[in-house]
């Protein structure tokens, strides 16, 4: 009568088990699934982009660095928008980290006074805008970049970054708030002699209004020529310096 009695106690117990389980299991699942869902950022199929963006990206695609940097500046004849975040190959918060990667190899090679790279001690917020540069001849042709700002968390920097989907940095301007120049900098720049500071600027006019940068304040440091290595086009590479802040820029040759 007692091993009866336990069997049945058993049983009740596996049955309330089951029941329990089949109640709280799925619900754990589609928890879990939503979950990774919202985590991941999917790309919109093309399918469902305005069928203008698909033939502008498309279009784009093999544009050179000189081409890009022409709708961009406006050498060639182009009209500068927002982008819708579809048109953009990353998220925003992608495109930050790509930003922080750029800067890094930058730092590394004497062409920006800071490394922005987050740390412990190096905390920065930011903001990121998508822009595009359609050209207005053929309708067709479109450059797509970031213009991505950081501010140093106790206020004493901020910079602004002009960056292509690919990573490469057109522009960048650092901004120090606790000093009132930046020679302390100018150690860890790759500059040329002060007799560079003094050349006419006159050949880059109209070359970087896209900023908004009062350049005629600034003073060339240094002006040298780099390779864009996927196309192997050279362009050049320049660094103005004046009291407090710091502008890296390339631009075609």
Known sequence: MKKDS????IMSVAVICIVIAGIMVPGIVLEANQKS???HVAKVPKSYLPSGSVMAKEASVNLKLSEKL?????????TTDDAASYEMDEQDYQAVATCRKSIEKLYEEKLYPVNLSPDYSNWYTWEAAAKKASDNTFNTYTAYYWIIRFEKYDGTQNHTIWMLEDGTI????AHMKDISDMSEYKEALQADDESQAENDLSAYKGYFDYSGIDFSKLKLISETTAVEQKNNESYEVLQFLQENEYVYAIHEK
């Open 6 to 9: 336990f069997k049945l106690i």
């Open 37 to 39: 869902e919202h985590d």
């Open 70 to 78: 022409s709708l961009i500046d406006g050498k060639w004849d182009s």
């Open 170 to 173: 057109i522009m960048a301007k």
